[in-house]
């Protein structure tokens, strides 16, 4: 059970600095 919450705990800080990255790039443009 931990290992599958550090994993979804992973893929959302994943989600959200691919989410920063698209707005860095948007802002840059």
């Known amino acids: ?3 599958i ?3 979804k705990t ?3 800080m ?3 600095l691919i989410d920063m ?3 860095q ?3 840059n443009r």
Do not use: A
Request: net charge positive; aromatic share 6%.
């Open 1 to 3: 059970m931990k290992l």
């Open 5 to 7: 919450c550090y994993v």
């Open 10 to 12: 992973v893929d959302t």
């Open 14 to 16: 994943l989600l959200i």
């Open 21 to 23: 990255k698209i707005k």
């Open 25 to 27: 790039v948007k802002l």
